[in-house]
């Protein structure tokens, strides 16, 4: 069973920076791509990054490039978010999600639909 445990999310104010953790077990992940998604309050959930495991190949949403960066670690099964120059519209529970799918719609999860629980970043102005 595949598991995803965020951590690292906390309060910062615009300008600073964090850095999320997602470890994962449970799963073969070498074949997968693993993303960040967030949702900010009365918004619907967004895509933020996703990196190919094998390869590391990165892509991101434009309202995060040159800003937040994505990368793994494969020894320890981790895929990390790190967050710079952040801004108070950044403000939203932050999900990793594991075997991602680019569609016409965008990435989205696939058949498992696996996800963490979720951590909160808040960005005070």
């Known amino acids: 069973q595949v598991q995803l445990v965020e951590s690292g999310g906390g309060s910062v104010q615009a300008g600073g920076s964090l850095r999320l953790s997602c470890a994962a077990s449970?799963?073969?992940?070498?074949?997968?791509?693993m993303g960040w998604f967030r949702q900010a309050p009365g918004k619907e959930r967004e895509f933020v990054a996703a990196?190919?495991?094998?390869?590391?190949?990165?892509t991101y949403a434009d309202s995060v490039k040159g800003r937040f960066t994505i990368s793994r670690d494969n020894a320890k099964n981790t895929v990390y978010l790190q967050m710079n120059s952040l801004k108070p519209e950044d403000t939203a529970v932050y999900y990793c999600?594991?075997?991602?799918?680019?569609?016409?719609?965008?990435?989205?999860?696939?058949?498992?639909?696996?996800w963490g629980q979720g951590t909160q970043v808040t960005v005070s102005s």
């Open positions: 999600a594991a075997d991602l799918v680019r569609t016409r719609a965008g990435w989205v999860t696939g058949r498992d639909d696996y």
């Open positions: 449970g799963g073969t992940f070498s074949s997968y791509v």
């Open positions: 990196i190919k495991w094998s390869g590391g190949s990165t």
